[in-house]
């Protein structure tokens, strides 16, 4: 269905949008690479704002938002950060990006284009990755933004299946999706966190 119209990179880009407006709670698996550091672990959102990673590797590393504070835990290092965050402010595009929020500062702040074409094309040919998707590079209209340049693969079921960030100072961050399941009524519970001792 994604990819049976041809339709203009802003158009998609606006699908895209419309299919996360109508995600009420989003579970994934993801996958974080900076350089030669990889994460992963299983991201949960539920709207209008919380959001929790629990990750694997590292092994009992949390990220925590319940809609007022953000908690980070890393046990390797012992150390928990917290902070409240005012209802006014938001969460940067780059931790919000499977959101429909993230989704609209995006469009509002990146100029929007195919990669390649409108048509799927594997997700990384070159590592044997064939799953098919379409590909959009969005470039910075502002140099505020977190990301330069932005390169988003959407699956065949209008997700984000891969969102590479290309920063000001060209670190590339890469974040894999994958076992996506939206609308499971996740509860408000999933992210409360009592800090360890």
């Known amino acids: 269905m ?3 119209e041809i339709l203009t990179a802003a158009d998609y880009f606006g699908r895209i949008s419309k299919n996360y407006s109508e995600i009420t709670d989003y579970q994934a698996d993801v996958v974080i690479k900076r350089g030669g550091t990889e994460m992963t672990g299983t991201l949960f959102h539920k709207e209008p704002d919380r959001l929790r990673i629990n990750f694997s590797d590292p092994e009992e590393q949390v990220i925590v938002f319940d809609g007022s504070r953000l908690v980070i835990y890393i046990p390797k290092l012992r150390v928990v950060m917290s902070q409240n965050v005012n209802k006014g402010d938001q ?3 780059g931790a919000s990006i499977a959101t429909h929020e993230g989704l609209v500062l995006l469009r509002r702040n990146y100029s929007v ?16 990755e064939n799953e098919p998707v379409v590909k959009l ?3 910075w209209r502002s140099t505020q933004e977190g990301f330069r340049q932005i390169e988003m693969s959407v699956n065949s079921d209008g997700y984000i299946r891969r969102f590479i960030g290309i920063t000001p100072e ?3 961050i890469q974040f894999d ?7 499971q009524n996740i509860p408000d519970t999933r992210f409360n966190y009592t800090l360890p001792s």
């Open 91 to 93: 969460l940067s595009a």
């Open 113 to 128: 284009a195919y990669l390649e074409s409108p048509n799927p094309v594997p997700l990384d040919r070159e590592a044997g």
């Open 170 to 172: 060209n670190d590339v």
């Open 2 to 4: 994604w990819a049976q």
């Open 137 to 139: 590079k969005l470039v």
């Open 177 to 183: 999706f994958t076992n996506i399941i939206v609308n």
